[in-house]
């Protein structure tokens, strides 16, 4: 054996995740974005640009899906290959529970509504 022993760090330990890591010119990015992913509808909203208020709440959602995208993208740094892919399961995984069961309120409050109280329409 030698007098002089190694000290490196174990395997794994420290640098070893390959995780995306965000970068100034990303933050900024980000952050312009979802500055104009907010003033586009605040805009349409205050100016009734659309005319319509379906139409309105429906350009609003998309707005708003867009700036999740943009935060997950930008802020959290998810991608298919952070975290081996867990973190895109968790969030697959999340939408699914998600969406039954805002699906499955808004089916009982709808059949509750029409079965529970049918004189009320006629008033």
């Known amino acids: 054996m030698s007098g002089s022993h190694d000290q490196a760090e174990p395997h794994g330990v420290h ?3 390959h995780a995306p890591h965000g970068s100034l010119r990303g933050y900024v990015t ?43 993208v930008y802020f959290l740094h998810m991608n298919g290959r952070s975290e081996g892919g867990w973190n895109m399961m968790g969030l697959i995984f999340t939408l699914v529970i998600v969406a039954i069961v805002l699906a499955g309120s808004l089916w009982v409050m709808f059949h509750l509504n029409s079965n529970m109280m049918p004189d009320m329409h006629r008033m």
């Not at 104009?36 to 429906?58: E, H, K, Q, S, Y």
């Open 15 to 17: 640098g070893d995740d």
């Open 30 to 72: 980000g952050f312009l974005l979802s500055v104009v992913l907010t003033a586009i509808p605040f805009w349409l909203v205050m100016n009734d640009m659309l005319g319509n208020a379906t139409l309105t709440a429906i350009v609003i959602m998309a707005f708003a899906a867009a700036q999740i995208v943009v935060h997950m």
